[in-house]
T-cell receptor, first 111, second 110 residues
Framework: AQRVTQPEKLLSVFKGAPVELKCNYS??????LFWYVQYSRQRLQLLLR??SRESIKGFTADLNKGETSFHLKKPFAQEEDSAMYYC?????????????FGGGTRVLVKP | SQTIHQWPATLVQPVGSPLSLECTVE??????LYWYRQAAGRGLQLLFY??????ISSEVPQNLSASRPQDRQFILSSKKLLLSDSGFYLC?????????FGEGSWLTVV
């Protein structure tokens, strides 16, 4: 069965420092991975997806199939990056597509 | 444009009471629909997903059930709530590219 692991529950960094959120997945098929973010008092929203190979709000994530990882990185963290981040894996089941989330990492950017 | 509505936003229910959380989607047809729960100190857990009217897949055994009486309506229910049912419940819908979430419902069972 598929699984998504985010080993860090909390990451605390200073403004301007680099930040990296780790995500590892377990899936026998071809993975489709996402990062979602939930800012305080807002709904969960998509940050980026691996197939787009895009940079959103300065964040990037590279899919490493050899290491089964999809770590999220930003070279210079900002205070507004403080939020809850979830890594997610989409799989296609007989009953439809399913999104499996990791446990989440809370990022706190200190001034 | 598509929107998703979920209600109620918060509720406090006694142990043993029933539960009904509703979710509706506008601006799309035949969406995949999901119920997730975020328990305190834990991540998002998929509870149910549905690919069509009356088609429900359950991910984990629990005290909850889901129904899809209409194409764009998804309901999460319980006949008798347990303390462990407390948490933050999220409804979501998806198209092939991505998934969109409602604003969530905070449930406290006392």
């Amino acid at each position: 069965a598929q699984r998504v692991t985010q080993p860090e529950k909390l990451l605390s960094v200073f403004k301007g420092a680099p930040v990296e959120l780790k995500c590892n997945y377990s899936y026998s098929g071809s993975p489709e991975l996402f990062w979602y973010v939930q800012y305080s008092r807002q709904r969960l929203q998509l940050l980026l997806r691996h197939i787009s190979r895009e940079s959103i709000k300065g964040f990037t994530a590279d899919l490493n199939k050899g290491e089964t990882s999809f770590h999220l990185k930003k070279p210079f963290a900002q205070e507004e990056d403080s939020a809850m981040y979830y890594c997610a894996l989409r799989t296609w089941e007989a009953a439809g597509n399913k999104l499996t989330f990791g446990g989440g990492t809370r990022v706190l950017v200190k001034p | 444009s598509q929107t998703i509505h979920q209600w109620p936003a918060t509720l406090v229910q006694p142990v043993g009471s029933p539960l009904s959380l509703e979710c509706t989607v506008e601006g799309t047809s035949n969406p995949n629909l999901y119920w997730y729960r975020q328990a305190a100190g834990r991540g998002l857990q998929l509870l149910f997903y549905s690919v069509g009217i009356g088609q429900i897949s359950s991910e984990v055994p629990q005290n909850l059930s889901a129904s899809r009486p209409q194409d764009r309506q998804f309901i999460l229910s319980s006949k008798k709530l347990l303390l462990s049912d407390s948490g933050f419940y999220l409804c979501a819908w998806s198209v092939p590219d991505t998934i969109y979430f409602g604003e969530g419902s905070w449930l406290t069972v006392v």
